[in-house]
């Protein structure tokens, strides 16, 4: 143990130590899991820049458009390489880098090193194995804004971790904006712990240290405000301000729920939609540019009740979400560190107050995201308590241990083995389709043993391959078939064009110009109306029970689907 410490404070201070240990916990990862896509989101997104359109679009839609034009630049250079995910890497592993950095910076002792690496692992885990833009952007920000605090809570301003931090936090904007003011707004029980900090300061440079932290943090804010006119700027065109529009009113359906269809049936008929159209529609199958045009959304939208924020709120708010929390992951992480805070370190009055601020915002994040009715996604509960677990660690590396000796580690080995368990459990995810429900996202999932996911995807790009090449027909996919998701790997990208003949029934990126673009070279206006009798069309579909019943009451009663290929599951079919 002393040859430990004596190799660890001889090099704990050094960056490359902390690019060292975070080389040692990528590589274990990659060799033990294959990483994948949490969910289908970042494949569509990638799809719009890698050129598998025939087009590098740097209209990302959630994600930043400077963040586009870096990424269809990479890919202009060279197409085959997987830059979305590579650039993606590059952040995850330039902020674990620095958490570890700010850490053993600020703390000597090599048990909280421990438990910082311990933490460290789960959340490296959760970021590089199941990737996802928002989760980035989340663990993107908080890293960023921890080496912002680093720096200037220092007796000098350290330019290069305050310019890596503005870097980190503008990366993490850029990812998913919502997510970076989310956590930015966790991460300011720092800040608060700082300014308690400074009451045994003189008066003068009390004022001088909260004149640099409105400094440091309002260039910051500048910052972020110049991305964001960037990308306000670049959806001016017409066809992107008529998608936004239809973008921002079928979110307000597909992710925050539609009317009920029993209580609201008279106005659902009235707009020309039945209960099997509704069931259709509500699949994500809605480009039907006729039945279900922008006016039908809001006229939808008008139907649907206020939340009330009274007694029974908060009852379904314990119910729903607080005690849901145990079987988060992420929680269960910060939750094991908090305890080992309480038990293992001093404390003094400005660690409760900030604690309790911390918990504040929390419950008050959580209320939020309840009553806007999207709550406990892992993707962004990974950011959430990733946030909270710096918090903690900022805190408790401003004190001395009380405790040290075997039963530190063994309290370590006892949050392993609970993160581990807890991470195997079922969470809750989206499939795709924008709807909430449990899937199993266990670690096993993605083992590199898991010969079955291999063999699954190889099959699913073999009938990609098939429908590429075949260029002459318009393949209009119901959602979830001809999954790119599904058929190629993190580090895999798709050939360029290879998607120009697909176009989606579906799913928020359908509606897109560059996605209208593909029906358009074929002559299609309305796929549901224009695919029958259309030779050079063809629809492939899981459940054409329901597709022809929608046909026959709204297009042509007399129209049939004669199947024209099967494999691996999909079938592909013409309606004549």
Same mark, same amino acid.
């Given at each position: ?11 704990? *201070?050094? /960056?490359?130590? &902390?690019?060292?240990?975070? $080389? !040692?916990?990528? +590589?274990?990862?990659?060799? @033990? #899991? ?45 197409? *085959?390489? /997987?830059?979305? &995910?590579?650039?993606?890497? $590059? !952040?995850?592993? +330039?902020?674990?880098?620095? @958490? #570890? ?476």
């Amino acid at each position: 143990m002393r040859r430990i410490r004596a190799s660890f404070e001889k090099y704990r *201070s050094k /960056p490359g130590f &902390a690019i060292f240990v975070n $080389a !040692v916990i990528l +590589a274990g990862l990659l060799l @033990v #899991f294959s990483p994948g896509y949490e969910v289908n989101d970042d494949v569509a997104i990638c799809n719009f820049v890698n050129g598998v359109k025939g087009v590098f679009d740097a209209h990302l839609v959630y994600s930043n458009y400077v963040l586009g034009l870096l990424l269809a630049g990479l890919y202009r250079i060279k197409q *085959s390489v /997987p830059w979305y &995910a590579l650039l993606q890497y $590059a !952040v995850l592993f +330039a902020s674990f880098t620095s @958490v #570890f950095f700010v850490v053993s910076q600020r703390q000597k002792n090599i048990f909280p090193i421990l438990v910082s690496l311990t933490v460290l692992l789960f959340f490296a885990y959760e970021g590089y194995i199941r990737l996802q833009y928002t989760k980035t952007a989340g663990i993107a920000t908080a890293a960023g804004i921890l080496l912002i605090f680093y720096s200037v809570s220092s007796a000098k301003i350290r330019m290069c971790s305050l310019i890596a931090g503005y870097l980190l936090a503008c990366f993490g904007f850029m990812y998913r904006s919502p997510q970076f003011f989310a956590i930015a707004f966790l991460m300011t029980g720092i800040g608060l712990y700082q300014l308690l900090e400074l009451k045994n300061e003189k008066k003068g440079q009390r004022l001088i240290k909260v004149f640099s932290y409105i400094k440091t943090f309002g260039l910051l804010l500048l910052l972020v405000a110049g991305l964001y006119l960037a990308d306000h700027a670049a959806y001016r065109s017409p066809e992107w301000q008529e998608y936004l529009e239809y973008n921002n009113a079928r979110t307000m359906l597909f992710d925050y729920g539609f009317p009920n269809y029993d209580k609201n049936r008279e106005v659902y008929e009235e707009l020309g939609l039945d209960e099997n159209a509704f069931k259709l529609i509500r699949g994500w199958n809605f480009m039907d540019t006729e039945k279900f045009g922008l006016a039908v959304m809001e006229k939808l939208i008008a139907l649907k009740e206020p939340v009330a924020v009274n007694r029974q709120f908060f009852k379904a708010f314990v119910k729903k979400v607080m005690k849901k929390l145990p079987e988060v992951a992420a929680f269960c992480c910060a939750f094991c560190l908090v305890l080992y805070w309480l038990f293992f370190s001093r404390h003094s009055w400005m660690d409760f107050v900030s604690s309790l601020y911390e918990t504040g915002i929390v419950m008050f994040l959580y209320l939020f995201l309840f009553y806007q009715g999207r709550y406990l996604y892992n993707r962004v509960d990974v950011g959430i308590w990733l946030a909270v677990s710096l918090t903690v660690l900022w805190m408790f590396c401003s004190r001395k241990s009380r405790i040290e000796g075997i039963c530190v580690p063994v309290f370590l080995i006892v949050c392993c083995l609970l993160i581990w368990g807890f991470t195997a459990k079922d969470s809750k995810t989206s499939d795709g389709k924008g709807m909430r429900h449990r899937s199993n996202n266990s670690c096993e999932k993605y083992l590199r043993t898991n010969v079955d996911r291999k063999a699954n995807r190889a099959q699913k790009r073999a009938v990609i391959e098939k429908v590429e090449s075949d260029k002459e027909h318009l393949y209009l996919a119901k959602v979830g078939q001809l999954s790119f998701l599904k058929s190629y790997g993190v580090f895999e990208t798709p050939p360029f064009g290879i998607a120009e003949n697909i176009a989606a029934t579906g799913g928020w990126p359908a509606h897109t110009p560059v996605s209208c673009k593909v029906l358009q070279d074929f002559g299609i206006t309305n796929p549901y109306r224009d695919m029958i009798g259309n030779e050079k069309v063809y629809l492939v579909d899981d459940k054409i029970d329901v597709t022809m019943q929608y046909i026959h009451t709204y297009y042509d009663p007399d129209a049939e689907a004669e199947v024209v290929w099967k494999a691996d599951g999909c079938t592909v079919y013409q309606i004549k």
